[in-house]
């Protein structure tokens, strides 16, 4: 066969049944001779060849498929003759014998004498049996002529019978006559192909395309009537279309045509309706009022499933698989809607806010829901009314038994065959070949309805935290600048409250849209937007605390607290500003308390909810290890769900993690957590900065003193000249005394708001996780941690820790003095006495004594030494102790090297 002839399937048959081997034959088709000049042949040539001998082999292969079928049915329906037959053969051959044997005895009579009796009975008797012969050969070849003249004869008048029913619309009659002309086809074909001069492609092409043109014109002319059928509900008329339909092997075709004709409303309900946000010709008025997709949608599907609820009545009485119909009918009718679901759902998002489009979704997925449960009743309905066998398999009607079985199976392959040489109609999504072909598009079905949410399902965890964003929209009533306290913590109070229900909603629609897969995004976006909400409050509070307490902005008005009406605080030295800022940074305090218990509320129902969503994911993992949650919802549903990027090792570990078996680990919210703790230490270092604001000012003096630089004067005393009189303790300078007084007028002051729970908010905050991170920055000594331990058992110190008991009111202001009397020690130590540009001999006395005076103070409210011990050692020591201790190890420390440069130890 040369490169680019004509490929044939009975050349193909013929070629391979002469080839040794396949190899053999495709060098040889391929005209592949071995030299060099086989090179010189285009690819091109190659792959078109190659394209015609695949096609040929694949008709070839089905060909041979259906002749094996028939050639299986008649020796089944042969086989029980065969008997028969052998019998009828024996019987015949005995007869012969016995003709055979009544004529040879003259003969053998008459030459009973002769010498030639053996050679001439030999003769005699294969003459007969060549005779015999010859007749019998005769007889086959001229049955064999005589079949092949009368199908020639029935072929001849095949079309011209065939137009003539369906001119008469005996369309029934018209598919018998082509059903039997295609069973002949496979026998004919292989009679024609034992005869040497026949070429059985030539014959057998033109007949095949006579069966497909035939089959297209009984397809044309049912057509119209199947339309009006289906349209008019006629059952009567579609079940017998259905027959005839699935008698020319064209039962894809007929659902085809009813399932375009039954959607048909549905359709145009969808593609007419004029939704918000969409452009479009506009050739009526209603564009000039249209619906929002929230409200058009539900309507659509509620109309959709009266549709569907109409045909479970229809279905059983047309098709024999009801169910698996019903459902194709549903996938086919999703599929073709245009523009697509999906398409107007995205185009919420493109043309309003995020906030409103998610609810939207949101929406329609319940209702897409709703009308999945509908439809899977019906499915139920007409899956309990199915006759037993039909229901264990759909592949045959109960009436008909295995022969139909059979037939059914060769149906299917005979339509595969002849959807390849073009049939009438094309195929539509949910066409199948015949009810046993195995195909089962109608099974995805809810799949094919939820698969447009499925995108905004695994993008839950963002589009909720922009809902969430917008729904809430600016955390902050205005400038808190131009709020009192009360108004500014009543204000945080009140956006918490609509933070924290946003929140919830945010749990519920969670549940209801992600089915618990979107559980990591969820906490996510909560996390985050909780945290933002505490973070601007604390941002706004920091720019307030960043500057001077003496110059921040005021209430303007003198304050009406209880701590000014008591006379006991007459005398501290604060300004009405400095009690309007106390007062602002309590109710601050107070309202981050009252965030945070709002915040473990939510966060125990959240807990609970996970906690539900856990169970129900974990019984699944374990009921043979799918991880498929489907609770309430279908089948095509849940594997959605299942195989998307949502069911990822996240999502276990989360559900793992809040188990009911589980120990309880760290918090869910835990950047919502830190944010409070961030508040709290805002307002901490505030309050803090205010309570010390007298003292600070006091210290701000400290080091421009004149008596750092006095020299040591002895007044003279009668009558004892020349005698040296010893000096006594020094008292503390009158700045020094301002500020013990002011550290030992605290306790009072915290005597009024020690009872206040605002105080006790995130206490632990004072002081960092190591000890060494105050809320102003710095910190000397052992920390608020150990003034607590010391107040408390440690145990009970844990507990109050994680906000599960309120510290009591001694605990609180022995934290709050340590911390305030370690910020007064750092501020001295750090800031003020590096100050001093010198020392006189007299000035380090007064500075020791000092320092003294302000270490028995500072003790007193519970901090260690720590720099301040350090800094009155070395101003106590005399030149030579100062000199001899830079000469050691101990003097390469910062204090002491600046202690050394104020007394001049060094030049």
């Known amino acids: 066969m040369a490169s680019t002839a004509t490929v044939t399937a009975a050349s193909v048959v013929e070629q391979l049944d002469k080839s040794s081997d396949v190899l053999t034959w495709l060098n040889t088709v391929l005209n592949v001779p071995g030299d060099a000049t086989s090179n010189d042949l285009p690819l091109v040539v190659h792959a078109s060849t190659l394209d015609a001998l695949q096609t040929a082999t694949s008709i070839a292969a089905q060909s041979t498929s259906a002749t094996l079928e028939h050639i299986i049915d008649d020796i089944a329906r042969a086989a029980p003759r065969l008997a028969y037959d052998i019998h009828f053969t024996r019987d015949g051959a005995l007869a012969l014998r016995n003709v055979l044997a009544q004529s040879l005895p003259p003969l053998q009579s008459r030459s009973s004498g002769r010498t030639t009796t053996d050679a001439a009975e030999s003769d005699a008797t294969s003459k007969i049996l060549e005779r015999l012969q010859h007749l019998d050969t005769l007889r086959v070849r001229m049955e064999a002529a005589r079949d092949v003249l009368r199908e020639a004869e029935s072929w001849s008048a095949l079309e011209t019978e065939v137009t003539t029913l369906l001119a008469e619309k005996a369309y029934a009659r018209a598919a018998c006559r082509l059903s039997a002309s295609a069973r002949l086809m496979p026998v004919s074909a292989a009679r024609t192909a034992t005869t040497p001069s026949t070429s059985s492609g030539g014959v057998h092409e033109p007949r095949r395309a006579l069966l497909t043109s035939l089959a297209n014109q009984l397809e044309a002319a049912l057509s119209p009537d199947l339309v009006r059928a289906v349209t008019a509900c006629d059952v009567e008329s579609c079940k017998s279309f259905y027959a005839i339909f699935v008698d020319i092997e064209r039962e894809g075709e007929f659902r085809n045509y009813y399932y375009g004709t039954r959607r048909s409303s549905i359709v145009e309900i969808w593609s007419k309706a004029v939704i918000e946000g969409e452009s479009g010709s506009s050739d009526s008025s209603d564009r000039e009022n249209p619906q929002s997709l929230s409200a058009f949608y539900p309507s659509f599907l509620s109309s959709f499933l009266t549709m569907l609820s109409g045909e479970r009545t229809a279905l059983p009485n047309i098709f024999p698989d009801p169910e698996r119909t019903h459902a194709a009918l549903i996938y086919t009718t999703l599929s073709v809607l245009t523009p697509s679901p999906a398409q107007r759902l995205a185009a919420l998002f493109h043309n309003g806010s995020s906030a409103t489009a998610l609810k939207d979704v949101v929406k329609l997925f319940q209702a897409s829901e709703e009308f999945a449960r509908g439809a899977e009743r019906i499915l139920e309905k007409l899956r309990a009314s199915a006759p037993p066998l039909l229901t264990a398999s759909s592949s045959s009607s109960p009436s008909e ?73 600016s955390p902050l009533p205005g400038n808190i600048r131009n709020l009192d306290g009360d108004r500014a913590a009543r204000a945080m109070r009140e956006r918490a409250v609509d933070v924290f229900s946003a929140a919830e909603e945010s749990i519920e629609r969670s549940l209801v849209f992600t089915h618990g897969y979107g559980s990591v995004g969820l906490v996510r976006a909560l996390d985050t937007f909780i945290s933002t909400f505490v973070e601007t409050w604390t941002n706004s509070i920091s720019s307030l605390v960043g500057t001077d307490p003496r110059s921040m902005p005021g209430s303007g008005s003198k304050p009406t ?32 308390r009252a965030v945070k218990d709002r915040l473990g509320m939510f966060e125990t129902r959240l807990m609970a909810s996970l ?152 206490l632990e905050s004072l002081a960092g996780p190591d000890g060494s991170d105050m809320v102003t920055g710095t910190v000397t000594g052992a920390g608020t941690a150990t003034v607590m331990g010391t107040a408390m058992g440690s145990g009970e110190a844990d507990e109050r820790r994680q906000g599960q008991v309120p510290h009591s009111p001694e605990v609180v202001t022995a934290a709050w003095l340590a911390s305030l009397g370690r910020a007064t020690v750092a501020h001295l130590t750090r800031d003020v006495l590096p100050q001093i540009k010198t020392l006189s001999g007299a000035g380090a006395a007064q500075l020791s004594a000092d320092l003294g005076y302000l270490e028995t103070i500072v003790r007193a409210l519970g901090v260690e030494m720590g720099d301040l011990e350090r800094w009155k050692a070395c101003v106590g020591m005399t030149d030579e102790e100062g000199r001899a201790m830079l000469a050691s190890d101990e003097g390469s420390d910062r204090i002491g090297q600046l202690v050394a440069r104020m007394r001049k130890w060094v030049v």
């Open 561 to 592: 607290s209880a701590a000014l009406e008591d006379e006991e605080l007459a005398d501290l030295d604060y300004t009405s500003q400095d009690w309007a800022h106390i007062q602002k940074a309590l109710h601050l305090l107070a309202a981050g």
């Open 401 to 473: 038994g295995k022969p139909s079985r059979r037939r059914s199976v060769r149906m299917s392959m005979s339509w595969r065959s002849m959807s390849n040489m073009g049939r009438l109609g094309g195929g539509g999504i949910g066409t199948t070949g015949t009810t046993g072909s195995g195909s089962d598009e109608g099974a995805e079905w809810d799949q094919c309805l939820f698969q447009p949410f499925l995108d905004f399902q695994v993008d839950f965890g963002s589009l909720e935290r922009r809902l969430l964003d917008e729904t809430l929209g």
């Open 611 to 762: 906690r539900q969503v856990s169970t129900a994911f974990r019984m699944a993992w374990g009921n043979g290890g799918s991880g498929v949650y489907t609770p309430g919802i279908t089948k095509g549903q849940g594997l959605l769900l299942a195989q998307s990027s949502l069911n990822a090792l996240e999502l276990r570990a989360l559900l793992t993690r809040v188990a009911p078996s589980t120990r309880p680990g760290p918090s869910l919210l835990p950047s919502a957590h830190t944010a409070l703790t961030a508040f709290a230490r805002a307002n901490q270092r505030g309050l803090q900065r205010v309570l010390l604001s007298p003292l600070y000012a006091h210290l701000a003096i400290y080091p421009t003193l004149p008596l750092w630089i006095a020299a040591r004067v002895q007044d003279a005393v009668p009558g004892m000249a020349g005698v040296i009189v010893p000096t006594f303790s020094l008292s503390p300078s009158d700045v020094a005394h301002r500020v013990g007084d002011g550290l030992l007028n605290l306790p009072r002051l915290f005597e009024v708001y020690a009872e206040d729970d605002a105080l006790g908010f995130e």
